[in-house]
């Protein structure tokens, strides 16, 4: 059933609003011959229409009520790209009541409340889409969902955001401050309204978070994942792990063992020749291992204007031409299981630990017995530098349960001879 045109409606126009406006443009003379319909904007939500009255073609279209989409008949998809839970979560649960399938590049919301909307879509009979949610112009979600269906996918790990993957490429490569380089990643268009989800790691949180619940079938939300973030990371830490051969990246791994699912995002030293490694800049990749498959690693943009539009729109044109064709795709989740998710204190890791201790004899003895007392073995030990009259000592120690390297970090704090442990990043 061909359809002449398809309006749509588009929540936000900032940086990944404009990039789906601008592929709208582009796309404007093949979308008769690739979707037997043509798409149009309908309509534009935003905050402060003056504002954006210069970027449209057509400023009439600009509104700052909701209720003007909801109400028009003509509008079947609603893209939104505002960001944030609410009112997102409200615009898209009417949306989807009032029989308009949705596309959005929203984790923060996909993360806490997905399998609530993809109930509602599922009962109102229309598609919930969110590509762009996760690692921008990469596809993933739909091959975790699609193409590798039929594996028992045993981990998914990889490099999920942009900003930080921009920050420390840069510290390690051109030893450019932080705060520098988390300016440019700004205004790159990188970061979130609020950078501290990127630099805390709460957006990569997210993204493993939507991630693992289609890959283990089983729901896992932001609140389940262990996040830490990139800001204890100094130019000493990266460094030391120059002169190792490794590289320090943001990582976020979801893993199903049988202890439960671990969900993860924390900094990790990988060797310099591990594929993630050079994944630098804005691009981000996803490891998925698969019983079937094997691996297979998605590599590509991570963040930005035209990357993120080029995944909401993949999603859009699915949509249109589910629609055009009156075959609309399930948009069922798929979450079937409840596995537990494993504590952190039962994960194993091989630790990198930094520390200020005193310069004298018997010093290396103690803390060698205070990590042989918690079940600690030590693989390498290395003194380099002074720090005034104390020495600063870098311990690789072998894979250990974290519960192990807690403890004895407790005690090392305590200890009269350790003056501060600087830092504790989990190697690969
Ligand atoms: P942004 O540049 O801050 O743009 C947000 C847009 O939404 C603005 O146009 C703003 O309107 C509008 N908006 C926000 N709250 C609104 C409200 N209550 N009512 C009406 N309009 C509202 O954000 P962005 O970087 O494009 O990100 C949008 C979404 O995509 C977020 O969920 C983000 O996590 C996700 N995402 C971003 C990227 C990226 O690289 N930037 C990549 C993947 C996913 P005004 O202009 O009038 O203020
Ligand atoms: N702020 C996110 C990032 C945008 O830096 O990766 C893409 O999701």
Redesign the pocket.
């Known amino acids: 059933m061909a359809k002449d045109e398809m309006y749509v409606a588009l929540?936000?126009?900032?940086?990944?609003?404009?990039g789906v406006y601008k592929v709208m443009k582009t796309q404007e003379s093949e979308m008769q011959q690739k979707l037997n319909t043509v798409l149009r904007i309908g309509k534009i939500?935003?905050?402060?229409?003056k504002?954006?009255e210069g970027e449209v073609e057509d400023p009439s279209i600009l509104t700052?009520s909701?209720q003007e989409i909801l109400d028009d008949p003509k509008i079947r998809i609603v893209i939104e790209?505002?960001?944030?839970i609410e009112?997102?979560n409200t615009y898209i649960s009417e949306a989807i009541q009032a029989g308009k399938s949705v596309v959005?590049?929203?984790?923060?919301?996909i993360a806490e409340h997905g399998g609530e909307l993809m109930a509602l879509a599922e009962e109102n009979q229309v598609e919930l889409r969110f590509e762009?949610?996760v690692a921008?112009g990469i596809p993933i979600i739909s091959p975790l969902k699609n193409s590798l269906a039929a594996n028992e996918i045993s981990q998914v790990m990889g490099i999920v955001n942009?900003t930080t993957n921009y920050i420390l490429s840069k510290m390690t490569d051109e030893g450019m401050d932080y705060k520098e380089a988390l300016q440019e990643a700004t205004e790159l268009?990188?970061?979130?309204?609020d950078p501290t989800a990127d630099v805390e790691g709460y957006?990569a949180g997210r993204k493993i978070a939507i991630m693992a619940s289609i890959a283990f079938h089983s729901r896992v939300t932001f609140h389940d994942v262990y996040m830490e973030g990139i800001t204890k990371i100094t130019s000493k830490d990266i460094d030391y792990a120059k002169a190792l051969g490794w590289v320090i990246k943001l990582i976020a791994l979801a893993r199903n063992t049988r202890g439960g699912i671990e969900a993860r995002v924390h900094p990790m030293l990988i060797p310099a020749d591990h594929p993630l490694a050079t994944v630098s800049g804005s691009y981000n990749a996803v490891y998925v291992h698969g019983d079937a498959v094997e691996d297979v690693m998605f590599y590509g943009r991570?963040?930005?204007?035209m990357?993120?539009a080029s995944?909401v729109m993949g999603d859009v044109f699915s949509v249109a031409r589910h629609t055009v064709y009156d075959s609309q795709g399930s948009t069922r989740d798929n979450v079937f299981r409840k596995i537990p998710i494993k504590s952190m204190d039962n994960i194993r890791s091989s630790y990198f630990l930094r520390m200020e201790v005193e310069d004298k004899p018997g010093v290396l003895a103690t803390i060698a017995s205070i990590f042989g007392n918690n079940s600690v073995s030590i693989k390498q030990v290395i003194q380099r530098d002074k720090i005034g009259s104390n020495a600063e000592l870098v311990i690789i120690t072998s894979e250990v349960k974290e519960r192990h390297i807690r403890d004895a970090l407790l005690i090392l704090n305590s200890s009269s001879v350790v003056k501060r442990v600087s830092n504790m990043i989990r190697v690969y």
């Not at 939500?45 to 229409?49: A, G, K, Q, S, T």
């Not at 991570?302 to 204007?305: D, H, P």
């Open positions: 929540l936000g126009l900032g940086t990944v609003g404009t939500l935003v905050r402060n229409p504002k954006h700052s909701f790209v505002m960001g944030g009112p997102a959005t590049a929203n984790k923060d919301l762009a949610s921008g942009g268009g990188y970061a979130e309204a957006d991570g963040a930005g204007e990357p993120t995944a």
